[in-house]
């Protein structure tokens, strides 16, 4: 499955977001404020919840706001580090 | 989930969101895999508080939610001034799954992948604070756990803000849940369980209780609650005892303890099974037309009571205990 598509699945199951499906995130979609509407904490889930799901890990804020823009921004930070860490493309 | 009772205690309004096991009702939703369980079905509560304000919020604080919005709807807008009510939430165990939620994820993953939002659900006051902050509630806020005794603890709180004027109102409710480590421990351990079919659930009662006026209230009175540590109380005369399930061992060694004088008539409900379900004596109480007396026996012997007037059945200040 597209690491994308799973990391919209990531934050609907975990942020409890009911209304949207996947599909319905787009891509390039501001996470927070405007676009999502998620806040501090939701930030904090998701810090937690990106390294449970894929092993990587935000070390501090100078990482974090950069790669938690959207979900392109996201998938663009876990493909770097997995790849960083296995010498693999995901 | 029990039935759902809309009606006044004192002169506020109440409403019931029950999650004991009366399997016929509308909001009893049966726990998948497990006999005589129920779960409470809050989808109702996008009725009271938008769906967006709702997302990080658990099942626990939801029923809660559920609950005490039923009853502020069922309150006459000037009974229920936001600005002096206040608001008690007394539960046995807490918000259970998201409390286990939480530990199962420090104790799997460690402490810096515990999942803060399970966190955040578990705090101990975390559910009163979302009715104080959906409800434009602006009184004070305390969340009482006392297992067994936490209604009765929680309405003495609530009448002492009322005697000392630090609230004008207050809305006094339980809620408990049901989750898998419950459903466990009470197949494994529980002794009543064994002996007597109970079925068991979760949910949650609100009441809005104000100071007597003048005024004739909606749905009774409390004219009594009271603590102890004895096996043996005064019973009031001419009322009707309602024993909850949690005392039964009790009422079988009952008749030659209590000093009874004449009991109208005897109940002891055989659903529901959880620290707060006094609290459904109290509606049950106020459906009728008696003045009754609802026991709860507590661990090591303690005991709660409380004395309840219905509004059609009268107030008589000479039988008071």
Not at chain 2, 4 to 32: E, K, N, Q, R, W
Not at chain 2, 85 to 103: K, M, N, P
Not at chain 2, 112 to 140: E, R
Request: hydrophobic share 35%; aromatic share 8%.
């Amino acid at each position: 499955m597209d690491l994308k598509y799973k990391l919209k699945e990531m934050l609907i199951e975990e942020l409890q977001i009911e209304d949207l499906t996947p599909e319905e995130i787009e891509d390039d979609t501001p996470l927070f404020g405007e676009g999502l509407g998620l806040d501090s904490l939701d930030a904090v889930e998701l810090v937690v919840q990106l390294q449970v799901y894929f092993g990587v890990e935000i070390k501090n804020i100078e990482e974090g706001r950069p790669a938690l823009q959207s979900i392109n921004t996201l998938a663009q930070f876990v493909r770097a580090r997995q790849e960083k860490s296995t010498g693999k493309e995901v | 989930m029990g039935r759902t009772h809309a009606f006044d205690a004192c002169s506020g309004g109440m409403a019931a969101c029950y999650g004991m096991a009366c399997p016929l009702d509308d909001l009893a939703i049966p726990v998948p895999g497990e006999n005589h369980a129920f779960n409470a079905d809050t989808s109702s509560l996008a009725d009271f508080v938008p769906k967006g304000k709702l997302r990080r919020i658990d099942h626990y604080s939801r029923m809660a939610l559920l609950a005490c919005g039923r009853a502020i709807k069922d309150v006459a807008p000037s009974l229920f001034p936001r600005e002096r009510t206040g608001v008690i939430l007394a539960t046995g165990y807490g918000a259970l799954s998201s409390t286990f939620s939480f530990l199962d994820s420090y104790i799997e993953k460690g402490d810096k992948l515990a999942f803060p939002t399970h966190f955040s659900n578990s705090v101990h006051n975390a559910a009163a604070a979302h009715i104080s902050i959906c409800y434009n509630i602006k009184g004070p806020s305390l969340t009482v756990s006392q297992l067994d005794m936490s209604f009765f603890s929680a309405l003495i709180t609530a009448g002492s803000w009322l005697e000392t004027w630090k609230t004008d109102a207050v809305l006094v409710g339980t809620a408990d849940t049901y989750c898998k480590v419950m459903g466990y421990c009470i197949n494994e351990f529980s002794i009543p369980r064994k002996r007597t079919p109970y079925s068991f659930g979760e949910g949650a009662a609100f009441f809005l209780v104000s100071r007597e006026t003048h005024t004739r209230p909606r749905y009774g009175y409390i004219d009594q609650i009271t603590m102890g540590q004895s096996r043996e109380m005064e019973i009031p005369l001419d009322v009707d005892i309602i024993f909850t399930p949690s005392s039964i061992d009790f009422c079988d060694a009952t008749p030659g303890e209590l000093r009874v004088g004449h009991v109208r008539e005897l109940k002891v409900r055989r659903h529901g099974f959880s620290p707060t379900d006094n609290s459904m004596d109290a509606a049950y109480a106020l459906e009728g037309r008696q003045r009754t007396c609802c026991i709860k026996r507590g661990q090591n012997g303690a005991w709660g009571k409380l004395m309840i007037t219905p509004a059609d059945g009268g107030k008589n200040d000479e039988q008071s205990c």
